[in-house]
């Protein structure tokens, strides 16, 4: 190699380590003033590494909490359709009872007028049934009276089973029931203390009626035998009805009678005397 070859190989070793020992010069120059900001940048790592754990820490306690807060969402959801399903199910029944209801009053205003209907009919019916004259005439076990035209007549026995000439019950009477009267007979028992007879029927009478007024007591001759009677006020079940009591003996069959007219007519007295009137007690 010639001396100038060698020369520069020298010179380029010579440059290649200034430029390594300058470098490394500048290296640690520069490490060595760069040293504090490091130790500052790595304080302020650690600072924030402790503000990660913190924040990390309140992550999970809200984490935690919003998994408490879903539990609960998920726990109201739950009882909101409860709640729906129970509201659906009240408005349901609500709407199936106004339907029943609705049905019961147009039911209810069909019976009204129904009953309106009958009742103008039974209107009606009571002024065909009775006109203002006309008796039909009962006559059987030795002893007849009049009645109104198209009452009823139920004959009944009375100490017996049947009806016979010893003692019976006859019973005519409005359809209605309104209106009755009543003759009973009876061949045992005669003759009457027709004081204490009267006395009695009333007594009983107010036993079962809670009210009670007495009209005055009547004696009074009806064919030749002797008869006694008295009207009353009474209330019977809630309803006020008035009515006449009377017994009497008939020496000639041997035989007492009771006779009884009761109304819810304000007058019970005057259609008494008319049925009385025509009641013969034995026949001639």
Known sequence: ??????????????????????????????????????????????????????????????????????????????????????????????????????????????QEEQLSTQESEIQVLESMLIPSTGYDKFSAYGFSFEYPKLWYLSIEGGIETEANRQSGTVLAYKFDESSTFMVVWADRTYPLDLELSLEGALEVLAETSTVLVEGKRITSTINGHEIKYQDYTATLYGQTVNGVFSYMNCDKEQRVYGLTYMTTDEDALTPFLQCLDSFICHSS
């Open 1 to 110: 190699m010639s001396s100038q070859g060698k020369f520069s190989s020298i010179t380029v070793a010579i440059l290649i380590v200034g430029l390594v020992i300058g470098a490394g010069g500048g290296y640690f120059a520069s490490t060595s003033s760069l040293q504090p900001k490091i130790t500052d940048l790595e304080e302020y790592v650690s600072s924030l590494n402790s503000e990660v754990a913190t924040l990390n820490t309140e992550v999970s306690a809200l984490e935690e909490e919003t998994l408490d807060l879903e539990t609960q969402i998920s726990e109201l959801n739950t009882q909101k359709t409860s709640l729906e399903t129970q509201l659906e199910t009240a408005q349901s029944t609500i709407s199936e009872k106004e339907n029943a209801i609705s049905v019961l009053q147009e039911t209810i205003a069909d």
